[in-house]
């Protein structure tokens, strides 16, 4: 029997339901969880407190999308607001809104969670059967239907020029007709996310789906998580609109993604072991340039391209190269100045291309940063960005620099707060100079990790390595916020594949 | 963001030992009311007059390009802070006042009089100070007002083709078949 899709409008009396399996979260982890757990008969329901939007409500205007597909409209950011947060908040979670980029998790990464942090069960053997079956589901692939787009043509060039590393990635597409608009909800159903796939498989299998329907404590008594208490939230206002929802189940998992799934147990008095800390955000950094040819950054596939060549850097923080597709609401998002300053910025678009640089934090001795609950009930992120970081952003604005003139470009030009431009090589040492960190020049984060961290000791981890709590037996959190570091790729693949495995496990013990 | 008036008025204190008076009279200087208020949400008149003023500086627009007032980008941002947690929306209501105090202005910002009565010129060197301030909360106000303004701003058809963005495209998304297993398929 088919399971349904209950939204917040459907509902204007307390619910109290029973199931096998109650999932908070319908995103990556969540929805590959559910569907695996109803396939094998699991009487499932999750919960999700973004509203539920499919191919119909997508205007393509990213102001619209941002306050109704993205976290707290899209203005998630650090506590300090030094890092922008984008974070999806809908069925599907982030994979409504992100831009398709998948890699498997690093071999070397498993191996350092294994050597450091006990994590004994997740190898690359163990995941390659898990990873082969999302691929197959989710179309992913190494992106091929069209070239890259000049944005990313630019970044290839550029790495080219410089001997750097630079490949293809693979993207969860299907019929894409390389629009640019995965950050906006796909307006082709080409982008394989959790809504399109794995939730209707959920649903075919007979889980149920409560939108707008937000999780607000977990009950327990002694080991055993009892009930999971919900408020029913209006889609437009985002404000309870007074319904509750209370599940009652034999195992709970909580899937709300790195940040949400912290503060879920936070908000449940869950405070054993480091919960919201360790929190990994590959900070982002920007360098955009102009060129004599037109780029047009916000047409075409988003991110087709990437370099590795900095990856390892010792004891430094390594780095990634990737594009962002460049509309003209996310560049006024990122370059931090107004007025005439940001006019000349937008009015040169057609002609700029962006790079990015990711940080891998995590991996060595940096810890993140810490997720809490305020007094007013707001969740809040604090992140210190440290010597580590602005030494790992100075060498990522000379690469970026770097490429984009080996590139062609004619000017370069950083983010910050009083933007440095440059027009060649020689001028690259005066970025040594320059400021570097919080409210210096802008940093994002797309990718969140970490705040529950798998790992062998209670002390150090919030869950053993096979993902249960370690303080309660019917408890388990899937999804990225397990990651003991950040991964030093985009991270969708790796909560595609960690729930895939899991949902074995988790069936069992239901 | 978390705005300290505290910390803003202790900072302003330290400096004006001896001129008490004169700081109450800048304190209470009146703002200069916009009389072409619409409907709004959450905001009241003076402050969407502050928040207007703060636009058109942030967007000022030129020959071809409207002013962040004249599209609408106060209302849309109305509508956005009345969307937001209630002391998110108390900080940034907080901050409209202090960016408008003539007092806080004078002593920090060079500007002693309303931020709605300086000319464009005082307007913009007063936003450069609160990005650059070294006051944490002064810079965590300038780019959360500058990232909800922005993105109204350029969302607007008529100013993104300024940029040589063509708009969106119709795909057919909006006559798509909507989807199905909903439990009450009379509202999908």
Redesign the interface.
């Known amino acids: 029997m088919?399971?349904?899709?209950?939204?917040g409008?459907?509902l204007d009396t307390d619910v109290e339901l029973d199931c096998d399996v109650c999932i908070v979260g319908s995103g990556a982890g969540g929805s590959v969880l559910a569907a695996r757990l109803a396939a094998a008969g699991k009487q499932v329901i999750l919960l999700e407190e973004g509203g539920?939007f499919?191919?119909?409500d997508?205007?393509?205007?990213?102001?619209?999308a941002?306050?109704r597909y993205y976290q707290d409209?899209?203005?998630r950011a650090t506590?300090?607001?030094a890092i922008?947060v984008l974070q999806g908040r809908a069925v599907g979670g982030t994979t409504l809104i992100n831009w398709t980029t998948c890699y498997r998790t690093p071999s070397g990464i498993l191996a350092l969670w294994q050597a450091r942090h006990g994590v004994d069960t997740l190898s690359t053997e163990v995941l390659t059967p898990h990873w082969e079956a999302v691929e197959a589901r989710l179309g992913i692939e190494p992106w091929s239907t069209f070239d890259p787009n000049p944005q990313n043509s630019l970044l290839a060039r550029g790495c080219e020029a410089m001997g750097w590393d630079h490949h293809i990635l693979r993207r969860n597409v299907r019929g894409c007709?390389n629009?640019g608009?995965c950050g906006?909800g796909c307006?082709?159903?080409a982008k394989q996310a959790m809504?399109l796939t794995y939730l209707?498989d959920a649903?075919r299998a007979g889980a149920d789906l409560y939108a707008d329907t937000r999780a607000v404590r977990f009950e327990r008594d002694g080991r055993r998580v009892t009930a999971v208490r919900a408020e029913v939230l209006d889609r437009e206002?985002?404000r309870p609109t007074g319904v509750s929802v209370t599940v009652r189940a034999k195992t709970f998992v909580a899937a709300g993604g790195a940040i949400n799934s912290p503060a879920l147990l936070l908000r449940s008095g869950f405070t054993e072991g480091p919960v919201g800390e360790r929190t990994f955000l590959h900070p982002v950094v920007a360098v955009s340039a102009t060129y004599d040819e037109p780029v047009?950054p916000?047409a075409g596939a988003p991110q087709s391209v990437a370099s590795h060549q900095f990856i390892e850097r010792g004891e430094d923080m390594g780095l990634f190269f990737e594009v962002p597709p460049m509309?003209?609401?996310l560049?006024?998002?990122a370059t931090?100045?107004?007025?005439?300053e940001?006019?000349d910025f937008?009015?040169q678009?057609?002609h700029s291309a962006t790079f990015i640089a990711l940080a891998r934090d995590g991996v060595g001795s940096d810890v993140g940063g810490t997720v809490r609950i305020d007094e007013?009930?707001?969740i809040r992120l604090a992140y210190p960005l440290t010597d580590t970081h602005r030494d790992a952003f100075r060498f990522a604005h000379r690469a970026l620099a770097s490429l984009h003139l080996a590139a062609g470009a004619n000017t370069v030009r950083t983010l910050h707060?009083?933007p440095f431009t440059l027009r060649s090589q020689s001028e690259l040492r005066a970025l040594d100079d320059l400021p570097y960190g919080a409210?210096q020049h802008n940093i994002f984060t797309a990718h969140q990790m970490g705040g529950c961290a798998m790992g062998s000791d209670a002390a150090t981890s919030v869950v053993d390595p096979h993902l249960r709590h370690h303080h309660h037996d019917n408890l388990f959190v899937v999804d990225g916020s397990v990651f003991p570091t950040s991964l030093g790729v985009n991270p969708s693949e790796s909560i595609y594949g960690v729930a895939h495995w899991a949902a074995d496990h988790i069936a069992d013990s239901v | 963001m978390r705005i300290t008036r505290r910390t803003l008025l202790l900072s302003a204190a330290a400096g004006i030992a001896g001129s008490a008076v004169a700081g109450t009279g800048l304190a209470l200087a009146p703002s200069k009311l916009r009389t072409d208020v619409p409907s709004l949400k959450i905001l009241d008149q003076r402050e969407y007059s502050i928040l207007s003023a703060i636009a058109d500086t942030l967007l000022p627009g030129t020959d071809t390009l409207p002013t962040a007032t004249a599209i609408g980008v106060p209302e849309m941002v109305d509508e956005v802070i009345s969307l937001m947690h209630s002391a998110d929306a108390e900080e940034l209501r907080l901050a409209f006042r202090l960016i408008e105090n003539a007092l806080i202005g004078g002593l920090l910002d060079l500007r002693p009089l309303p931020f709605t009565r300086a000319s464009a010129e005082t307007r913009r060197a007063a936003l450069l100070r609160w990005q650059t301030s070294s006051i944490i909360e002064r810079k965590k106000a300038y780019k959360a007002l500058k990232g909800l303004c922005g993105a109204s701003y350029w969302s607007h058809p008529e100013v993104a083709r300024f940029t040589g963005y063509p708009g969106a495209p119709d795909l057919g998304q909006s006559s798509a078949p909507k989807p199905t297993h909903f439990a009450n398929e009379a509202r999908p």
């Open positions: 088919s399971g349904r899709i209950v939204q409008h459907d539920y499919a191919r119909p997508f205007d393509l205007n990213l102001a619209r941002f306050s409209g899209g203005r506590e300090d607001l922008t007709g629009t608009y906006h307006p082709l159903d809504h209707p649903l206002t985002t047009q916000w509309h003209p609401v560049a006024s998002v931090p100045d107004f007025g005439s940001e006019l937008l009015s678009l057609t007013r009930g707001r707060s009083t409210h």
